[in-house]
């Protein structure tokens, strides 16, 4: 049988460990709330950059367009020419 002191030195013991493991998910808690702040940063990041790249890639059709249009523009130059 336990004497009340034991029993107070195991409560002592468990408070101790609960104590020990609520720590231990507070701090977990506090750096998954930074991993998500993080990657919502990332996310409007990766969404701006794909949105840039999207006009880039618009403006990148229109360049190889002008580009075919000048060519067919020389070459019916040179035809008109007589070359």
Do not use: C, F, P
């Not at 790249?53 to 019916?76: G, M, N, P, Q």
């Amino acid at each position: 049988m336990q004497t009340i002191e034991e029993y107070k030195a195991y409560t002592r013991q468990l408070e101790n460990e609960v104590g020990k493991w609520h720590r231990a998910y507070d701090a977990l808690m506090v750096e998954r709330n930074q991993m998500a702040a993080t990657l919502a940063e990332n996310k409007k990041i990766i969404e701006t950059m794909a949105a840039e790249l999207d006009e880039l890639r618009k403006h990148e059709v229109e360049w190889d367009l002008s580009k075919a249009r000048i060519r067919e523009l020389e070459t019916e130059n040179k035809q008109l020419k007589g070359e």
